[in-house]
């Protein structure tokens, strides 16, 4: 059976940081790329990151770039979101995702196994 935990979402001021786990069980970890994604109230679920099978070949979209990082410790099935200078507009539910494709890929219908989700909030 496939699972995907994610923690280390919480309450953070603005500028402040976090930073996502995703532990993966059921699967060959290193054969999969990893996305991580994002969904506020009442918007869409959108894309925020992922990291090829080999964790050399990260992804972001432009509303996180500079600012998220994402990484994976193969040895360990996990993958990290460093997610510094939050801003209010990254309060969401985030999810992490596994995919069969070596890349990843901003489109959720390429991914495979999903999470349950873990909440950041960002607020004074």
């Known amino acids: 059976q496939v699972q995907l935990v994610e923690s280390g979402g919480g309450l953070v001021q603005p500028g402040g940081s976090l930073r996502l786990s995703c532990v993966v069980s059921g699967l060959t970890f290193s054969d999969y790329s990893v996305g991580w994604f994002r969904q506020a109230p009442g918007k869409e679920r959108e894309f925020a990151a992922a990291?090829?099978?080999?964790?050399?070949?990260?992804s972001y979209a432009n509303s996180v770039k500079g600012r998220f990082t994402v990484s994976r410790d193969n040895a360990k099935n996990t993958v990290y979101l460093q997610m510094n200078m939050l801003q209010p507009k990254d309060a969401a539910v985030y999810y992490c995702?596994?995919?069969?494709?070596?890349?990843?890929?901003?489109?959720?219908?390429?991914?495979?196994?999903w999470g349950q989700g873990t909440q950041v909030t960002v607020s004074s």
């Open positions: 990291v090829s099978w080999s964790g050399l070949t990260p």
């Open positions: 995702a596994v995919s069969r494709g070596r890349f990843g890929s901003i489109l959720e219908r390429e991914y495979d196994y």
